[in-house]
């Protein structure tokens, strides 16, 4: 789960670490309420989305007066903002942060993450601070340096230090840098975080070591302990699709191509991504439905690909195992009817692949029902194949 900079700035702000003075603001009103409040010469205006990379695409704008933050407070609410991680299509912008601007003196870049690998948490840290870290590591990785954590001990000392010390953090800013590193470390630990970043943390003209930018990302099967991270929860930011998935116990993820998976597990549903892609094909998306299948869900799966304009095919690659490959059947046969109202077709292609328990059953289902559009197919590389070659006649037929 994710949560906004302002509230990843409340949180690190609880644990002792030095961040500007700032609040959210959902209208123009509310901006320049906070702006007057904090009463500084610049303020800074920011976007408040689940994305990073709004730097450079317009969403941080420094103010220097009130009318400059009306101005800017218009311009971004209710602004599509189109950032390197948004996609596309972008996001909404809903809320602002209004906070103090500083003095910039020099950007770092800080995170701790968990390193599947090294299995322990492991802090990052640069001197580049202030860009895109995938850019750092792809072009200078020496200048990301890395301190492993034995998570009996946790962050030592020592660690805090030499890290400061490698990312060149003047002498009377250093056990302030290091303070900073063990209080992120708490927070790491205390609120069950896949991610803690801070980029920028800055040094100030004035000598102060503060998180400019905040990122929090929190791991979900740990929320059950935390509702106070729960109640932080924005469902504007978060996938539609994916949202109505799992109101249905359906495992949905976006993945932005135009043939469209449904699978059981989630074992299956990378190799028939990944089989998809080694056809030349554009996966649109993977759609679980899990283990215990019933024709209802098969029917909502059907009707959440199916409302995604950009799906030309589905590809139905089911092993049959606790789920039952009649069952399946059914709830294809089902679905044909209900999308169709009663006619016995598919608006698009769909192939289906089924394999394992009762596929003899499910076969013949399939067959007598006599459904247009529907193509079975009897290993998953003819599948594949197939289904990327239909959706590819849909799309040259709109
Ligand atoms: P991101 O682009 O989404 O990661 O947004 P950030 O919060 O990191 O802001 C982008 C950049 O705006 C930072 O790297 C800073 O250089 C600049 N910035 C952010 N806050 C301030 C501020 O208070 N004062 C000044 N002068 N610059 C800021
Ligand atoms: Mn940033």
Do not use: W
Not at 96 to 118: N, P, T
């Amino acid at each position: 789960m994710n949560i906004h900079e302002y509230q990843s700035k409340q949180i690190m702000r609880e644990y002792g670490i030095h961040v500007p003075e700032g609040y959210p603001a959902f209208t123009v009103e509310d901006a320049l309420e906070n702006a007057k409040r904090l009463d500084t010469p610049v303020v800074v205006v920011k976007a408040q989305i689940h994305a990073g990379g709004r730097g450079e695409a317009g969403g941080v704008k420094l103010a220097r007066s009130l009318d400059e933050v009306r101005k800017y407070a218009k311009e971004l609410l209710g602004k599509v903002l189109v950032t390197r991680q948004t996609g596309p299509q972008g996001k909404t912008v809903n809320r602002l942060l209004i906070e103090a601007g500083c003095h910039i003196k020099k950007e770092y870049y800080l995170s701790f993450v968990v390193d599947r690998q090294a299995e322990c948490v492991v802090m990052m840290g640069s001197e580049s601070g202030g860009m895109s870290i995938e850019d750092v590591a792809a072009e200078n990785p020496e200048k990301i340096i890395k301190e492993y954590i034995d998570p009996v001990i946790g962050l030592a000392d020592f660690q805090a230090q030499r890290m400061a010390y490698a990312l060149h953090f003047e002498k009377p800013t250093i056990r302030k840098a290091a303070t900073f590193m063990k209080y992120l470390y708490n927070v790491f630990v205390d609120k069950d975080c896949s991610l803690a970043e801070v980029n920028p943390l800055v040094v100030t003209e004035e000598g102060d070591v503060m998180a400019l930018d905040a990122k929090l990302n929190f791991d979900d099967s740990t929320l059950s302990r935390h509702p106070e991270i729960v109640a932080l929860r924005d469902i504007t930011e978060e996938d539609q699709k994916e949202r109505e998935a799992a109101a249905e116990g359906l495992n949905y993820v976006n993945l932005g191509g135009d043939v469209a998976c449904m699978v059981n597990g989630a074992g299956l549903a990378m190799a028939t991504v990944d089989i998809i892609k080694e056809n030349g094909g554009e996966p649109a998306n993977f759609l679980d439905v899990g283990g215990d299948s019933t024709p209802e869900k098969i029917v909502a799966a059907f009707r959440i690909m199916l409302e995604d304009d950009q799906v030309d095919g589905i590809l139905i690659n089911i092993f049959g195992g606790i789920n039952k490959c009649d069952v399946i059947a059914t709830g294809i046969v089902e679905a044909a009817a209900l999308l169709s109202g009663g006619k016995e077709e598919f608006p698009i292609p769909v192939v289906v692949r089924l394999e394992g328990r009762n596929v003899e059953r499910g076969r013949e289902i399939l067959a007598k029902a006599d459904i247009k559009n529907l193509y079975p197919a009897s290993s998953m590389d003819e599948g594949a194949k197939l289904a990327i070659r239909l959706a590819k006649e849909t799309r040259e037929k709109k």
